[in-house]
């Protein structure tokens, strides 16, 4: 680096500055621009009074007008290279010095912000033997916390070249009270990297990483948007070919010395994700160690529940079963992650993320519960293993939902397990229109294997939901269906409860099922007699309470021609 003025440096600078009235400042010695600027200040060099602001401006333009070893030398405490150093009388005194070299920091090309601080880091003498480096604190400072980061990157670069200040700059920028964004850090790790300077990304990275591992996340969203603060969001959308962080978090964990920091900062990194793809989030689910993953874990679960659910959820959708079964071993000697254990089991059973192949085959499921044995699980494991298989009814076929409540071995659990079967049923056959013969299966099934109480949770679940917002428009004629399939495959005691169970419930039942219901009964493929159907109508519609109602649905069997049943509803108030 020279001593160069303006727009002579290397890689240009801003133009020669107006020095209309000034252009003395430009030619003058050092000493007599010193003095001429105090006279200036003190209204001693002319009538019109003492004139700060013009001293100041007059700092500004021999800031970006004069040679960096000029500057150098006018400074209060410069000892320059090159020449003698100048009288204190004829440098500037410690306020106009910091000013005059942070215009020149600010305001000239980066390259000679490099070369000022480099010179006068050397002139402080580097810090060595406990001196302070005041005036290079202030330049560095500047450059770092103000000029954009393709400047600092040039900035970075030219003193590594002279061996000037960079590990001073890093620590600056990356400090919390710097001011710079996660963004202005992920822009300066990419450009750092273009620059030729991959150990100072490192450590850039690195530093960034430790500040938020000491001071938690350094977002300010009072000020900017969210996304920009995000340190996850903003590498992924710099350079999203690549996999800046999880890089970086795998080399860390293989460090012993640098996984219970890893674990942390990894957590805190996730903890501060806003709007940005979760890429974090699904490498410590789907790569990392089930160690890794409980303890990362165990730091969001009270901060961030959600991102311990997602990074469960991948986590959960790992083929091999030794792995799952160790993830769940782990899990559940967690003391914060234990009460979730039957959430992770869920999400294995769905096979994780979005169970886009699940649910897994019972098969599967099986071979789980041996390697859970093998590996010396807790009972407790596979007591909810099977739990999490027989509730998962998406997917699953209803023969199979019987033969997964039979591998339920309490008979309490079994309880509330049929009679969440049950509601989940209810919601897919009633809500989402699944075929009506998974219901009918499962009965069926449950029925074979004396599981009368099942039996009776599922029936009346079905006639009645306990959730609301399971019967839409048509669920009777659904019923109705599913009734005359029992009937058909012998079921007709089955069939004959869930109608009656269907029919009296005034609350729920309007006329149009009641003859949506009969419709049905009536046609060719019902087994169901002439005489029970009848006798099903007065035990049923025939002793509701509303008066109003009970005749509607007489009038409007009528209407479609269904008098035998008309006339039931109306003998029954005999």
Same mark, same amino acid.
């Given at each position: ?318 083929? !091999?079963?030794? @792995? %799952? &079964? +160790? *993830?769940?071993?782990?899990?559940? #000697?967690?003391?914060?992650?234990? =009460? ?56 699953? !076929?209803?023969? @199979? %939902? &019987? +033969? *997964?409540?039979?591998?339920?071995? #309490?008979?309490?659990?079994?309880? =509330? ?75 007709? =005691? ?81």
């Amino acid at each position: 680096m020279s001593g160069s003025l303006p727009g002579e440096a290397a890689g240009g600078g801003p133009e020669r500055p107006s020095t209309l009235g000034y252009g003395w400042v430009t030619t003058c010695s050092i000493e007599s621009f010193v003095r001429r600027m105090q006279a200036i200040r003190l209204g001693a060099a002319n009538d019109d009074g003492a004139q700060p602001a013009t001293a100041i401006r007059l700092l500004h333009v021999f800031a970006v007008s004069r040679s960096i070893d000029d500057l150098l030398t006018a400074a209060s405490t410069s000892m320059p290279a090159a020449g003698p150093a100048l009288p204190a009388r004829d440098r500037l005194n410690y306020w106009d010095s910091v000013n005059m070299l942070a215009t020149a920091a600010l305001c000239r090309s980066a390259e000679q912000a490099a070369e000022l601080a480099c010179k006068q880091w050397e002139a402080e003498g580097r810090g060595a033997a406990g001196r302070g480096t005041p005036l290079t604190d202030g330049i560095v400072h500047d450059v770092a916390c103000q000029r954009t980061a393709p400047d600092v990157a040039v900035f970075v670069r030219e003193c590594r070249r002279a061996q000037g200040p960079v590990d001073k700059t890093l620590r600056v920028f990356t400090r919390p009270s710097s001011g710079r964004t996660n963004l202005d850090k992920a822009l300066l790790y990419i450009l750092l990297r273009d620059q030729g300077c991959d150990p100072e990304a490192g450590k850039l990275l690195l530093q960034t990483l430790s500040t938020i591992d000491r001071h938690g996340s350094t977002q300010a969203a009072d000020t900017d948007p969210a996304e920009f603060h995000d340190l996850v969001g903003a590498l992924y959308q710099l350079s999203p070919a690549e996999q800046i962080l999880e890089n970086w978090v795998d080399a860390q964990l293989a460090d012993p010395e640098q996984v219970i920091t890893t674990r942390r900062i990894v957590a805190r990194l996730i903890a501060s994700e806003t709007g940005s793809p979760d890429t974090l989030v699904e490498h410590v689910g789907a790569r990392l160690s089930r160690h890794d993953i409980v303890e990362i874990c165990g730091q969001l679960a009270t901060e961030r529940p959600e991102k311990c659910d997602e990074i469960r959820r991948h986590a959960a959708a790992r083929s !091999s079963n030794d @792995e %799952l &079964a +160790e *993830l769940v071993i782990a899990w559940h #000697r967690s003391q914060i992650l234990t =009460r979730t254990t039957k959430d992770l089991l869920a999400d294995v059973v769905a096979a994780g993320v979005g169970g886009a192949t699940g649910p897994r085959p019972r098969s599967r499921v099986a071979d789980l519960d041996k390697v859970l044995a093998n590996f010396n699980a807790e009972a407790e494991c596979r007591r909810l293993l099977w739990i999490a298989a027989a509730e998962q009814v998406e997917g699953r !076929s209803g023969i @199979e %939902l &019987a +033969e *997964l409540l039979g591998r339920v071995e #309490r008979t309490s659990d079994r309880y =509330r397990v049929a009679r969440r079967t049950a509601g989940k049923l209810t919601a897919h056959v009633l809500g989402d229109g699944a075929d009506p013969a998974l219901f009918v299966d499962y009965v069926t099934r449950l029925r074979v294997d004396g599981r009368s109480d099942a039996v009776f949770l599922a029936l009346k679940e079905l006639a009645d939901p306990s959730d609301p917002g399971s019967w839409s428009e048509g669920s009777a004629l659904v019923i109705a269906e599913i009734a005359v399939r029992l009937y058909a495959r012998d079921a007709g =005691r089955d069939g004959w409860d869930l109608l009656e169970r269907c029919l009296e419930n005034e609350q729920r039942i309007s006329h149009q099922d009641v003859a949506a219901v009969v419709a049905r009964l009536r046609e060719p493929d019902s087994t169901l007699p002439a005489d029970r159907r009848l006798f099903l109508l007065r035990a049923t519609v025939g002793r509701w309470a509303d008066t109003h109602a009970r005749e509607n649905a007489v009038e409007l069997l009528r209407e479609k021609g269904y008098d035998p049943e008309a006339a039931e509803v109306v003998r029954s108030l005999r």
